[in-house]
């Protein structure tokens, strides 16, 4: 099952919303089933009209919240799936319960309008006692783990939801900001790149040594920091010591997991740390133009050079691009890589949107280059003082009278 907060694209009342979950206008049509929890005027759909009055009444009394006094979720069956009333009534119960709306007033009704079975619940958010208005926090964390509880309690088909189809791309912040702001593989990157590989290798390991063993094929390493673990560069990088919190990769990574399967956490022993690794964490671009190794190869090559005045504008992989706007193969590989995020994140509609990267012009990265030799600085500003002062017409200065 999915379930979801519905916001609302405009303002509007307890009423509207409450009729659109009834289907009044369409009986035997729309509506499946219904009934009215926390109110005195009665439980069912007769009762409809004289329990709106009461919850709009009860909203009245809190001056406070002007719009938007009621909360709609919906809840979406797969294709031919259809609980029981007596299930309805029990999972609508843990959704309240878990969203902090268990003693406000609620419409709930059932639709077989589409090929998907699905319940819509109008909580009125305006305790009916304290007249205060209650807004659930991180509400979809709150939605996915009731669902995933009730899909097990009534064996039901896992829908996975936002949360769990995210558990497959644990990239942190971090790493995803330096790979859209630099358009270069972040550590994370590679460690996830090798990730089926070390996986396998976890399942068949017998102890820690045969996993030691498996993390530095790829010159990584797995050691004890704090109360976790967390994954390393090797002792030979080339760039420098990189870790990342071994549970970001997979959560059967993390220590109280591993140390589950192969007991307390040990050390790898020194045979580990010198073995040869087939790979390496290294500088390489996130950019897929088939044509691109020519210039990949020049901006590695002009890092290692002494830096000039102009070469040190060249910190990233994208700004060696965006400094290149002239050279036609420069502009198609920003072309290429713009067009193939979009394409990314159209195929993830549900997700959180990983940073989109905008192709800002030259001048917004490095000082604007004529002919690759004389840097063009911008023109200082006059001092305050010396600025030209500008008048309103039909004004006196300095009163501020028109």
Same mark, same amino acid.
């Given at each position: 099952?999915?379930?979801?907060?519905?916001?609302?694209?405009?303002?509007?009342?307890?009423?509207?919303?409450?009729?659109?979950?009834?289907?009044?206008?369409?009986?035997?049509?729309?509506?499946?089933?219904?009934?009215?929890?926390?109110?005195?005027?009665?439980?069912?759909?007769?009762?409809?009209?004289?329990?709106?009055?009461?919850?709009?009444?009860?909203?009245?009394?809190?001056?406070?919240?002007?719009?938007?006094?009621?909360?709609?979720?919906?809840?979406?069956?797969?294709?031919?799936?259809?609980?029981?009333?007596?299930?309805?009534?029990?999972?609508?119960?843990?959704?309240?319960?878990? &969203?902090?709306?268990?003693?406000?007033?609620? @419409?709930? %009704? +059932?639709?077989?309008?589409?090929? $998907?079975?699905?319940? #819509?619940?109008?909580?009125?958010?305006?305790?009916?006692?304290?007249?205060?208005?209650?807004?659930?926090?991180?509400?979809?964390?709150?939605?996915?783990?009731?669902?995933?509880?009730?899909?097990?309690?009534?064996?039901?088909?896992?829908?996975?939801?936002?949360?769990?189809?995210?558990?497959?791309?644990?990239?942190?912040?971090?790493?995803?900001?330096?790979?859209?702001?630099?358009?270069?593989?972040?550590?994370?990157?590679?460690?996830?790149?090798?990730?089926?590989?070390?996986?396998?290798?976890?399942?068949?390991?017998?102890?820690?040594?045969?996993?030691?063993?498996?993390?530095?094929?790829?010159?990584?390493? &797995?050691?004890?920091?704090?109360?976790?673990? @967390?994954? %390393? +560069?090797?002792?030979?990088?080339? $760039?420098?010591?990189? #870790?990342?919190?071994?549970?970001?990769?997979?959560?059967?990574?993390?220590?109280?997991?591993?140390?589950?399967?192969?007991?307390?956490?040990?050390?790898?022993?020194?045979?580990?740390?010198?073995?040869?690794?087939?790979?390496?964490?290294?500088?390489?671009?996130?950019?897929?133009?088939?044509?691109?190794?020519?210039?990949?190869?020049?901006?590695?090559?002009?890092?290692?050079?002494?830096?000039?005045?102009?070469?040190?504008?060249?910190?990233?992989?994208?700004?060696?691009?965006?400094?290149?706007?002239?050279?036609?193969?420069?502009?198609?590989?920003?072309?290429?890589?713009?067009?193939?995020?979009?394409?990314? &994140?159209?195929?993830?509609?549900?997700?959180?949107?990983?940073?989109?990267?905008?192709?800002?012009?030259?001048?917004?990265?490095?000082?604007?280059?004529?002919?690759?030799?004389?840097?063009?600085?911008?023109?200082?500003?006059?001092?305050?003082?010396?600025?030209?002062?500008?008048?309103?017409?039909?004004?006196?200065?300095?009163?501020?009278?028109?």
């Amino acid at each position: 099952m999915i379930a979801k907060h519905i916001p609302r694209d405009k303002p509007g009342s307890f009423t509207d919303l409450a009729k659109y979950v009834a289907a009044a206008k369409e009986p035997g049509e729309k509506l499946d089933d219904l009934w009215i929890i926390n109110a005195n005027a009665g439980e069912t759909i007769e009762d409809l009209d004289l329990a709106i009055r009461e919850v709009e009444a009860q909203q009245a009394l809190n001056k406070r919240v002007k719009t938007d006094k009621q909360y709609h979720l919906m809840v979406s069956f797969p294709e031919g799936e259809k609980p029981t009333p007596e299930a309805m009534r029990d999972m609508e119960r843990e959704f309240a319960k878990a &969203l902090g709306f268990t003693d406000h007033p609620r @419409v709930v %009704g +059932t639709h077989i309008d589409t090929n $998907n079975f699905h319940m #819509h619940v109008a909580y009125s958010r305006i305790h009916p006692k304290t007249f205060k208005a209650h807004s659930p926090e991180w509400d979809y964390r709150a939605l996915e783990k009731t669902s995933r509880a009730m899909e097990q309690k009534y064996g039901l088909k896992v829908d996975l939801g936002r949360a769990d189809k995210q558990e497959a791309d644990r990239k942190p912040h971090a790493a995803r900001d330096k790979e859209a702001h630099t358009w270069e593989q972040s550590f994370h990157g590679y460690v996830n790149e090798h990730k089926d590989r070390l996986m396998k290798a976890r399942s068949k390991a017998k102890n820690w040594q045969d996993l030691h063993a498996a993390f530095a094929k790829y010159d990584l390493t &797995l050691v004890k920091r704090g109360n976790g673990l @967390v994954i %390393g +560069t090797g002792p030979n990088s080339e $760039n420098g010591k990189k #870790h990342i919190k071994a549970s970001s990769l997979d959560r059967s990574f993390s220590k109280a997991a591993l140390e589950k399967q192969f007991g307390s956490y040990k050390r790898p022993e020194k045979a580990q740390e010198r073995a040869k690794p087939i790979s390496r964490y290294k500088r390489s671009p996130t950019t897929r133009h088939p044509l691109q190794g020519r210039l990949w190869r020049q901006y590695i090559g002009q890092r290692h050079k002494r830096p000039s005045l102009v070469g040190k504008a060249f910190k990233t992989w994208r700004e060696f691009l965006m400094m290149g706007i002239d050279d036609p193969l420069a502009m198609a590989i920003v072309i290429f890589h713009k067009e193939m995020m979009k394409t990314v &994140l159209k195929s993830r509609p549900h997700s959180p949107a990983p940073f989109a990267p905008t192709i800002p012009t030259a001048a917004s990265v490095a000082p604007t280059i004529d002919g690759a030799k004389n840097i063009q600085k911008p023109k200082p500003k006059p001092p305050k003082n010396m600025q030209k002062k500008t008048v309103k017409k039909g004004t006196r200065r300095g009163f501020g009278i028109e």
